[in-house]
């Protein structure tokens, strides 16, 4: 939160009916100053810092003490996750991708739409497998302006101390690939508690690439598997979603 705020309000109050904070003054309630992080974390045995569950920036002027409530504000949430395996000599890498899109918030019920979006299979990538699925998952979607509007949040759950340099832009996330103008990236942590929806969202693309993995036999079979770009991966190979069997998301 912005130091500005504790010499610009007289206090600060706490709104459980729209899980905001907001500055007081004159007895009147204002949105406080500057953008607000929201992060989660707990403590660990033997351990000198603490493990972080969530971490995001508000899409707006409002300062949420509610991790759900602040993602619920953006237009899109895409989670992306990617789990790499070794495979007879050679690695696989493959993302999962799930995308969430608040429709709207009353009587505390959520109404959202969900899909997964990707499914992706990338043999021996060269520099950081995660990473590189952020970036096909943002090209991809970079083709489709009109359908992922708005604000968009990214979830993902590496690269923690770079997320302020991304979001910033002084640092590209993958080559010389920056963040579009319009997404900002949250981090998630898949082991962070139910109650965060990123955890949920992130731990679903984890188990969609877990299964994947475990179900096809990857190293047999050829059909759709494509060459690679030279430097960068040698194979690649995007999944129907319309002819597979995926998990629920719960």
């Known amino acids: 939160m912005d130091p500005q705020n504790y010499f610009e309000f007289d206090g600060l109050a706490l709104d459980f009916d729209s899980q905001t904070v907001v500055g007081i003054k004159d007895d009147n309630d204002?949105?406080?100053?500057?953008?607000?992080?929201?992060?989660f974390s707990r403590e660990r045995e033997n351990k000198?810092?603490?493990?972080?569950?969530?971490?995001?920036?508000?899409?707006?002027?409002?300062?949420?003490?509610?991790?759900?409530h602040q993602l619920l504000a953006y237009d899109h949430l895409i989670?992306?996750?990617?789990?790499?395996?070794?495979?007879?000599?050679?690695?696989?890498?493959?993302?999962?991708?799930?995308?969430?899109?608040?429709?709207?918030?009353?009587?505390?019920v959520?109404?959202?739409?969900?899909?997964?979006?990707?499914?992706?299979?990338?043999?021996?990538?060269?520099?950081k497998p995660?990473?590189?699925?952020?970036y096909h998952v943002l090209t991809a979607i970079q083709e489709h302006p009109v359908d992922y509007a708005g604000k968009v949040g990214l979830?993902?759950?590496?690269?923690?101390?770079?997320?302020?340099?991304?979001?910033?832009?002084?640092?590209?996330?993958?080559?010389?690939?920056f963040l579009p103008e319009n997404v900002t990236i949250i981090y998630g942590n898949d082991k962070g508690g139910a109650e965060h929806l990123s955890t949920k969202m992130i731990k679903h693309c984890h188990d969609l690439a877990s299964d994947l993995y475990?179900?096809?036999?990857?190293?047999?079979a050829t059909a759709g598997l494509r060459p690679g770009v030279p430097g960068m991966y040698s194979h690649i190979r995007q999944w129907d979603l319309e002819n597979m069997d995926l998990r629920p998301f719960r």
């Not at 204002?30 to 992060?39: H, S």
């Not at 790499?84 to 969430?100: K, W």
């Not at 959520?110 to 520099?127: F, H, K, Y």
Request: hydrophobic share 35%; charged share 25%.
């Open 48 to 68: 000198k810092s603490p493990k972080m569950l969530h971490a995001s920036t508000s899409p707006n002027e409002k300062t949420w003490f509610s991790t759900n």
């Open 214 to 220: 475990k179900k096809e036999n990857l190293n047999m």
């Open 30 to 39: 204002y949105p406080l100053i500057g953008k607000a992080r929201l992060e």
């Open 110 to 127: 959520a109404r959202c739409r969900a899909a997964v979006i990707l499914l992706l299979e990338l043999w021996n990538v060269v520099e």
């Open 79 to 108: 989670a992306v996750d990617t789990n790499t395996h070794r495979l007879n000599g050679s690695t696989v890498s493959i993302t999962a991708a799930y995308h969430v899109i608040p429709e709207r918030h009353e009587h505390g």
């Open 130 to 134: 995660e990473n590189m699925g952020w």
């Open 155 to 177: 979830i993902v759950d590496s690269d923690l101390g770079e997320h302020r340099a991304f979001n910033s832009r002084e640092k590209p996330i993958f080559g010389d690939y």
